[in-house]
């Protein structure tokens, strides 16, 4: 996450929760943790940006454990509040504070093979999309890769059944989807020209593709989109007014909840992006 724009989510329980759910609906999407366009062998160094409860960076050192490789596997997020207790970690994970958008320390200049990237359009203006892969480009090795698994809120819709002719809340979720949290930057127009902005920095791309999803990876995107909404219209609620606007927040919440088992849904367009390090 990045202090160039706003987390408005809150980082307790439900939303460590909901960040599981939503880790392994993506997983079961695109079938694994690592797309088949990264070989696997030669992964010595893995980092995982806006890591969040650390779920991709353990799973991913179990799964490539259990196939004979060894790799140290290092999640960065601006906040260690939804971090397992280190205890809890192999000795291989190392969880740590930063700002993907801020410029990483020297010791982690051309240190890792992969770094994934997860989640972060929903809150990254198109000018700091540059500032990103610059990041990603600084922090990986000659021929590294970087994976990048987000919706593209442009290309997605809402799907009514013949029971829910209107889906107005749906709608407005939409319509907050598509706009950055902050700034003057209505519309996400580096998704476009996202393989063109990768390359200037130094990232040849290897794939760009919408995922395939299924009925029930719709319904599980939607589940998750239905408590991501719920926790930032309530937060927002008990921050910025009193009793009323609550009670006006769970009303809402429970209205998306209504046309959801209606059988209305919005079809979430998840991409993919792969992309390869430049060798010098």
């Known amino acids: 996450m990045a202090s160039s724009s706003k987390y408005l989510l809150s980082r307790g329980l439900h939303a460590s929760v909901r960040l599981n759910f939503q880790h392994w ?18 992964l010595t160094s893995i980092a995982d940006l806006g890591t969040g409860t650390a779920i991709w960076p353990i799973e991913v050192a179990e799964e490539l454990k259990a196939t004979g490789l060894e790799a140290s596997v290092k999640g960065f997020d601006i906040s260690s509040a939804q971090y397992p207790a280190p205890n ?28 994934q990237v997860r989640g972060f359009v929903s809150f990254t203006r198109s000018a700091a999309a540059e500032k990103l892969l610059h ?17 593209d809120p442009h290309k997605s819709h809402i ?8 889906s107005p809340v749906l709608e407005r979720v939409l319509q907050r989807s598509r706009r950055p949290i902050e700034g003057d930057d209505p519309v996400f127009t580096f998704l476009p020209e996202l393989p063109n902005l990768a390359l200037s920095q130094g990232l040849q791309c290897l794939h760009n593709d919408s995922i395939p999803t299924s009925d029930l990876d719709q319904l599980y995107l939607n589940q998750s989109l239905g408590m ?18 609550v009670d006006e927040a769970e009303m809402m919440v429970n209205k998306l909840l209504s046309e959801i088992e209606a059988g209305a849904r919005m079809h979430m367009e998840m991409f993919c992006f792969i992309a390869q390090k430049v060798e010098s």
Do not use: C
């Not at 410029?103 to 051309?110: A, D, R, V």
């Not at 799907?159 to 209107?166: E, G, T, Y």
């Open 25 to 42: 609906a993506i997983k079961r999407m695109i079938g694994g943790l690592i797309h088949p366009k990264i070989p696997i062998n030669g």
């Open 159 to 166: 799907v009514s059944s013949d029971f829910a002719q209107a």
């Open 88 to 115: 809890l970690l192999p000795p291989n994970i190392h969880l740590d504070i930063q700002d993907a958008f801020d410029t990483f320390e020297p010791k982690y200049h051309s240190y890792f093979d992969l770094v």
């Open 228 to 245: 991501a909404f719920e926790d930032s219209v309530i937060s927002g609620a008990k921050l910025n007014g009193g009793s009323a606007a």
């Open 135 to 151: 990041n990603v480009f600084q922090i990986l090795k000659p021929g590294g890769y970087l994976q990048w698994i987000d919706v």
